[in-house]
């Protein structure tokens, strides 16, 4: 990653795929609550347990033992209590081995940042659209595409950094919105299709990879592994089908006959 340039974000659930995109110089893997979808198969982020995560988060930080693990807390983990949130978000850091946490906040939660960062929980503060809130707020949306829903995302931006956030985590608001949020803030802005101002991007992997079927408009693939696994679980099944195995790898130790030792036992 050069001094100053645009870096890249992107999530990751496993220790194999975190070993290929630390290999491929992606400095920051986001262990996000989308592992819901993309791994359980459930219906939303909501329904992300903690416990899991935790040990998503500690099983990408050993495959990239080198990049920044950010780890996404997820729905009820740290709404409730503070001194609950702060006990989870510590697990993070001890158990998982995250370099930080990832909340998804609006002004609200200035307070709950602050106490975080006392305890030296490094938070990123995730603004804009929301998934945990797609309940409340009656299905995905954009966020900031009016002036005055704007200006409060840029004071919220304000406050949650004053308050000790160490990044911004901007989710689907107007480029216009984005720009102000950078030029009003001094800590690094992570878009997730909000424009080309932020100072890293985030996309999900598997969406570049091809493996949904649908991406959003900031996530087109850049590969077509879907295509490419599919592929190969029919060359699989073929060969099976056909014997085709290829010659096998083990023998018996020289010296041992299956068949003379069966008959040995049958003459006894």
């Known amino acids: ?13 496993d220790a194999t795929t975190a070993r290929w995109l630390q290999r491929a110089g992606v400095p920051v893997l986001l262990v996000g609550d989308t592992a819901a979808e993309m791994i359980l198969g459930l219906p939303g982020t909501i329904h992300a347990p903690l416990d899991f995560l935790i040990q998503l988060t500690a099983a990408v930080k050993r495959g990239a033992p080198n990049c920044m693990v950010m780890a996404d807390m997820p729905f009820l983990s740290y709404q409730a209590d503070e001194a609950e949130a702060i006990r989870n978000a510590g697990r993070f850091l001890v158990e998982g081995r995250a370099d930080c946490v990832k909340l998804e906040v609006d002004g609200t939660f200035t307070g709950l940042v602050s106490q975080l960062n006392r305890a030296g929980i490094p938070v990123v503060a995730h603004i804009g659209s ?12 954009a966020a900031g595409r009016t002036s005055a829903e704007g200006s409060r ?23 216009q919105v984005t720009e102000a949020i950078v030029q009003r803030t001094s800590i690094p802005v992570i878009g997730c299709g909000a424009g080309p101002a932020c100072h890293g991007q985030v996309v999900v992997t598997q969406d570049l990879a091809g493996l949904t079927d649908w991406q959003p408009a900031f996530a087109k693939p850049l590969a077509d592994l879907g295509a490419a696994i599919t592929s190969l679980g029919e060359n699989w099944v073929k060969r099976v089908a056909s014997g085709n195995l290829g010659e096998h790898p083990y023998t018996m130790v020289p010296g ?8 040995e036992r049958s003459a006894t």
């Open 130 to 141: 929301r998934p945990q809130q797609v309940k409340h707020d009656g299905g995905y949306r």
């Open 256 to 263: 041992e006959d299956l068949k003379e030792r069966s008959a």
């Open 1 to 13: 990653m050069d001094e100053g340039s645009p870096f890249a974000a992107l999530t990751c659930y």
């Open 153 to 175: 995302l840029v004071e919220e931006a304000r406050r949650l950094e004053e308050a000790g956030a160490t990044m911004l985590l901007v989710e689907a608001v107007p480029a």
